[in-house]
T-cell receptor, first 110, second 114 residues
């Protein structure tokens, strides 16, 4: 079954880059990796997604390994407002079922 | 604000009662998802609608759960004969077909079964 594995928690100093890893070794060849974050008491918010190439948008960068078994979300200059739970998500092949893991709780420290 | 709205935001019910939640997606979004989230866990997929058609339903969804989206706009999620294990946050999300990678989530309905 498709699944993702992430560290439970991470700390990052304000202004530094936050690098959040994710293992998705069971991902199938044509499925994307999605990243969302959830700030306390809110619904998850989309950050970025990718298939095989590295991606960048105004929020973050996504680095996907060549074998597609893992990826890293990079927040280049973390701020206190980036404190949240970050989810790496894959979709079960041939379905509309998006699978969230338990996420990484990122704490940005002043 | 034209985001996804959910009603009610909080619901406390006694075990064995039926509850119904409503989700109003962003108006031009034809895709709608329901998720359940318990404390410390990520959202768990429950069901998916494309317009009014329910195209995917989790095996985890027991017969006590039913969802509808009668006119392809708002959706309802009903839980019959609630159990304490149903206590969770129920999240609704919507997206367009063209940008299906970006689901917009509502604030959720927190259900407490006593």
């Amino acid at each position: 079954d498709a699944k993702t594995t992430q560290p439970t928690s991470m700390d990052c100093a304000e202004g530094r880059a936050a690098n959040l890893p994710c293992n998705h070794s069971t991902i199938s060849g044509n499925e994307y990796v999605y990243w969302y974050r959830q700030i306390h008491s809110q619904g998850p918010q989309y950050i970025i997604h990718g298939l095989k190439n590295n991606e960048t948008n105004e929020m973050a960068s996504l680095i996907i390994t060549e074998d597609r078994k893992s990826s890293t979300l990079i927040l280049p200059h973390a701020t206190l407002r980036d404190t949240a739970v970050y989810y790496c998500i894959v979709r079960a092949p041939g379905t509309y079922k998006y699978i969230f893991g338990t996420g990484t709780r990122l704490k940005v420290l002043a | 604000d034209t985001g996804v709205s959910q009603d009610p935001r909080h619901k406390i019910t006694k075990r064995g009662q039926n509850v119904t939640f409503r989700c109003d997606p962003i108006s031009e979004h034809n895709r709608l998802y329901w998720y359940r989230q318990t404390l410390g866990q990520g959202p768990e997929f429950l069901t998916y609608f494309q317009n009014e058609a329910q195209l995917e339903k989790s095996r985890l969804l027991s017969d006590r759960f039913s969802a509808e989206r009668p006119k392809g706009s708002f959706s309802t999620l009903e839980i019959q004969r609630t159990e304490q294990g149903d206590s969770a946050m129920y999240l609704c999300a919507s997206s367009t077909k063209e940008q299906s990678y970006e689901q917009y989530f509502g604030p959720g309905t927190r259900l407490t079964v006593t």
